[in-house]
Nanobody, 121 residues
Framework: QVQLVDPGGGLVQPGGSVRLSCAAS????????MGWYRQSPGKQRELVAV???????NYADSVKGRFTISRDNAKNTVYLQMDSLKPEDKAVYYC???????????????WGQGTQVTVSS
């Protein structure tokens, strides 16, 4: 089992920034990718950004150029730097851990508890 702890989030003004973090523990040998999803009321959970152990990154089109995912392998921690936030970025953000192989990301087994990000003036 992999445990994910993802504190952070909060209320941010439009155009502002916030950084989320997620620390993994447990059977981390079973994962080689981590990422962030988000879910707004009435919408499906969507992929925001992912990163592999080797540093390969992918972003949703809606956040490219504004969000940056990074990781500290020594700390088994992944970060999501969110800049130029927009009201439509408001959502619950979930950390996820999974695998990347055969050019495909596979998430779904391990999730953080989620953290609310609200973008409002």
């Amino acid at each position: 089992q992999v445990q994910l702890v993802d504190p952070g989030g909060g209320l941010v003004q439009p155009g502002g920034s916030v950084r989320l973090s997620c620390a993994a523990s447990g059977s981390i040998f079973s994962i080689n990718a981590m990422g962030w999803y988000r879910q707004s009321p009435g919408k499906q959970r969507e992929l925001v950004a992912v990163i592999t152990n080797g540093g390969r990154r992918n972003y949703a089109d809606s956040v490219k150029g504004r969000f940056t995912i990074s990781r500290d392998n020594a700390k088994n921690t992944v970060y999501l730097q969110m800049d130029s936030l927009k009201p439509e970025d408001k959502a619950v953000y979930y950390c996820a851990a999974g695998q990347y192989y055969s050019s495909t990301y596979r998430f779904g087994d391990y999730w953080g508890q989620g953290t609310q990000v609200t973008v409002s003036s």
